[in-house]
């Protein structure tokens, strides 16, 4: 079993962008990645990081994993809309089409073979607590925000 911890955020939003996820193994870190964007928004790093955690999985053939996100967007996104979003052609509630709709085009399909192999779940973590994991990942989605600063300056 591995835990993966994911973050993402931005400098303004829109603005430059980042994210990160970080794979825990018997309360250790096994594997970080980082993603920086020069023009983004919170929501799309957020849901990066979590396809890029799904592509780990698959990637790896890890077969029991839990995703933890502070995001409550991607958390209740994959877990209660986005089957509902892909039936009706990604467009939510509101008959408009969603935010972010290929993204969560390639999460919805990244999951659903996640989930044919594995035993693959996603969680919601409050951020900003005192869970040591979400905040060292967030300290890293932070960093990879700030790599575009330094990206700018050269």
């Given at each position: 079993?591995?835990?993966?911890?994911?973050d993402g955020?931005c400098?303004?939003?829109?603005?430059?962008?980042?994210?990160?996820?970080?794979?825990?193994?018997?309360?250790?870190?096994?594997y970080?990645?980082m993603?920086s964007?020069?023009?983004?928004?919170?929501?799309?790093?957020?849901?990066?990081?979590?396809m890029m955690?799904?592509?780990?999985?698959i990637?790896?053939?890890?077969l029991?994993?839990?995703?933890?996100?502070?995001?409550?967007?991607?958390?209740?996104?994959?877990?209660?809309?986005?089957?509902?979003?892909?039936?009706?052609?990604?467009?939510?509630?509101?008959?408009?089409?969603?935010?972010?709709?290929?993204?969560?085009?390639?999460?919805?399909?990244?999951?659903h073979?996640a989930?044919?192999?594995?035993?693959?779940?996603?969680?919601?973590?409050?951020?900003?607590?005192?869970?040591?994991?979400?905040?060292?990942?967030?300290k890293?989605?932070?960093k990879?925000?700030?790599?575009n600063?330094?990206?700018?300056?050269?």
């Open positions: 079993m591995i835990d993966i911890y994911t955020g400098s303004g939003n829109p603005g430059p962008g980042g994210s990160a996820l970080v794979i825990i193994k018997n309360d250790e870190n096994v970080e990645r993603f964007f020069p023009y983004t928004t919170n929501n799309f790093c957020e849901l990066y990081a979590v955690g799904i592509r780990y999985v990637d790896n053939n890890i029991e994993c839990q995703i933890f996100s502070d995001s409550k967007y991607v958390t209740e996104g994959i877990n209660q809309w986005m089957n509902k979003w892909m039936e009706k052609c990604w467009k939510g509630s509101n008959g408009h089409q969603i935010k972010n709709v290929d993204l969560w085009h390639d999460v919805h399909v990244l999951w073979r989930t044919t192999k594995s035993n693959i779940s996603i969680h919601h973590v409050k951020g900003h607590a005192d869970n040591k994991w979400n905040n060292y990942t967030d890293l989605a932070v990879a925000v700030k790599m600063d330094d990206y700018r300056k050269e």
